[in-house]
């Protein structure tokens, strides 16, 4: 008799340190997609009342063209190439989300084992609306003894110019280093992150000045805005599922989902991403995943490296 | 116009996943190098230009005994200005746009910046996809 066969409870091949390749299907998948996808959707997002930014952004940087125009422009670059996905996704026995909200994302995160999120990041940092409207920030950064406020006099040293100035100043300074020590806080950080510095600088103010009304950066799905450690809150300890975020700088919250569940996996990235790529990725990453012969993070890496190879 | 092109593309709205900057300063820095540079190679064509005329007359005067040497030295000769004229155009047109890019950029809003920074990349690639019609045939 063999040695394993004595075994009344074998280990399991991760336990033994041996790798096992896992294999995701086109089934196992589902897809979340948070932003506006049809004329009305993206009209009423527009609106001022609507508090939601992405589709606001959007017109407010094609401010000078009519409604129709910046429509136009918005389906080529984003809604047509969406529902491209979206049409493969369905072929391929993916569940799909379209205007997505916090509890269709933890339903997909029950009933699927890779969970792709197409939203908005809202990233907070100082405006110059936010300081005309709270001038105590400055009058607070130039006498409160806390260390961060000493950090920040450090960084902008005339606080007498312009808001705006100001404002780009202290961004640039958030990014720059941690203001606070042990900011770390045990977390993983991505290849020493600017946007993950800026976060937990953010935070730190936010803690330390409650009264400046610093908003918070967050995902936005279809019923709100919701910051990075209240997504992660979604998921258990034990959770070995996928995540994969596809959002400008995903680093943030994939980190928040890491240190909630060390065993997910979570696809992220550092720079601002182009819907249309990211879509067009989406759907080449599915079609992988129906040879059953990956892994879904493997795919994306094999894809992306594929696609860095033809670019050069 | 490839060059400004390459200057705009960062600045086209793609509708990115996150907030995104508008970097004024930078843009205004790069179109002014840019156009600092074409307007440089400009004068070098126009030189280049000179050059080959000069080049073509002395050639055309040490070979004036030979008609069939005359003829090729003209030819080339023609050849090598228009050659030169039609970049010094190009530069022209080029340096034209970046400079009014740079006025636009410097005097508008954020919002009317990044949309007439839009329009204008739009017409240029629109420029360089147009491929030469064919020749239209006049009938009587």
Request: proline share 5%.
């Amino acid at each position: 008799m063999n040695q394993t066969n004595r075994e009344p409870y074998p280990l399991s091949a991760e336990s033994r340190g041996l790798v096992v390749k896992q294999v995701h299907l086109p089934a196992d998948c589902a897809l979340l997609l948070a932003i506006p996808l049809t004329m009305d959707e993206f009209y009423s997002d527009c609106e001022l009342g609507s508090r939601k930014e992405y589709a606001r952004l959007f017109r407010a940087q094609l401010a000078s063209l009519p409604m129709s125009q910046v429509w136009t422009r918005y389906e080529r670059i984003v809604v047509t190439p969406a529902l491209h996905a979206v049409r493969i996704a369905r072929s391929r026995g993916a569940l799909i989300y379209t205007r997505a909200s916090v509890s269709d994302w933890r339903e997909a995160v029950r009933a699927r084992q890779v969970v792709s999120l197409v939203a908005h990041w809202r990233a907070a940092g100082f405006t110059a609306e936010l300081i005309r409207a709270a001038p105590e920030i400055v009058t607070d950064m130039a006498t409160s003894p806390a260390r961060v406020a000493s950090a920040m006099r450090r960084a902008v040293t005339d606080t007498t110019s312009s808001a705006s100035a100001l404002a780009t100043g202290l961004n640039k300074a958030l990014r720059g280093s941690l203001l606070s020590p042990g900011g770390q806080d045990g977390a993983v950080w991505v290849a020493n992150d600017p946007e993950q510095r800026f976060e937990k600088n953010w935070q730190c103010l936010r803690q330390e000045f409650p009264g400046w009304g610093l908003p918070e950066s967050g995902m936005e799905l279809s019923d709100g805005s919701l910051p990075a450690s209240s997504m992660a809150d979604a998921f258990p300890g034990d959770y070995t599922g996928t995540q994969d975020l596809r959002m400008c700088h995903s680093v943030i919250l994939g980190e928040a989902i890491k240190r909630a569940a060390p065993r997910s996996r979570v696809v992220m990235n550092q720079r601002p991403v182009r819907p249309h790529t990211q879509l067009a990725l989406y759907g080449a990453v599915l079609e992988m995943l129906a040879t059953g012969r990956y892994e879904f993070a493997e795919a994306v890496l094999a894809l992306n490296a594929a696609v860095m190879r033809r670019a050069r | 116009m490839t060059k400004l092109v390459n200057l705009l593309t960062p600045y086209e709205v793609v509708g990115e996943l996150g907030a995104k900057q508008f970097d004024r300063d930078y843009l205004r820095t790069a179109l002014a190098s840019a156009s600092r540079q074409t307007a440089v190679t400009f004068w070098l064509a126009v030189l280049a230009q000179m050059g080959v005329f000069v080049l073509a007359v002395f050639f055309a005067v040490a070979n004036s005994s030979d008609p069939k040497v005359l003829g090729a030295v003209l030819a080339g000769g023609g050849g090598g200005v228009g050659a030169c004229a039609f970049a010094m155009v190009r530069l022209w047109r080029e340096k034209v746009a970046t400079d009014l890019t740079f006025a636009l950029v410097s005097s508008l809003d954020d919002g009317a910046a990044t949309t007439v920074l839009n329009v204008v990349l739009e017409a240029l690639r629109k420029q360089q996809s147009v491929r030469p019609s064919a020749p239209r045939v006049r009938r009587a």
